[in-house]
């Protein structure tokens, strides 16, 4: 099995006023969904109320993120799921519920993950 990352910035998910709670509840169910199946991994928002920060191998820590680096947001779901096909297909049902375009990624595979 194969994990994938389904994600979206949080400017792609622009709801009208007054629908917030059926998109979060519709989110839901798709994770519910995917918790059910067996396929949820993890899943979250990045808080964009903290700043990111880098942490050096001595523990030192640098506000920011590397230059070439663009900004981490949004929401976030990692799927382990036994084909790309099967990923578009979880990728469309979490579009539907956030009414907005998913990006999928595939992880390389890591004996120890």
């Not at 389904?6 to 006023?17: E, H």
């Not at 509840?25 to 994770?31: G, R």
């Not at 779901?77 to 099967?86: C, F, K, W």
Request: glycine fraction near 8%; include cysteine; aromatic fraction near 8%.
């Amino acid at each position: 099995m194969t994990k994938y990352l389904i994600s979206f910035p949080s400017a792609a998910m622009v709801i009208p006023q007054g629908e917030f709670q059926a998109v979060a509840d519709a989110a839901h169910a798709v994770i519910e969904e995917a918790k059910a199946a067996g396929v949820y991994v993890f899943g979250g928002g990045i808080n964009e109320d903290l700043a990111p920060v880098k942490v050096s191998a001595d523990g030192s820590v640098v506000e920011g993120t590397y230059p070439e680096t663009r900004r981490i947001e949004g929401g976030y779901t990692i799927l382990e799921l036994p084909s790309r096909e099967a990923a578009v297909a979880w990728a469309a049902k979490i579009a539907a519920a956030c009414r907005c375009d998913q990006e999928l990624r595939e992880f390389m595979y890591d004996p120890m993950s």
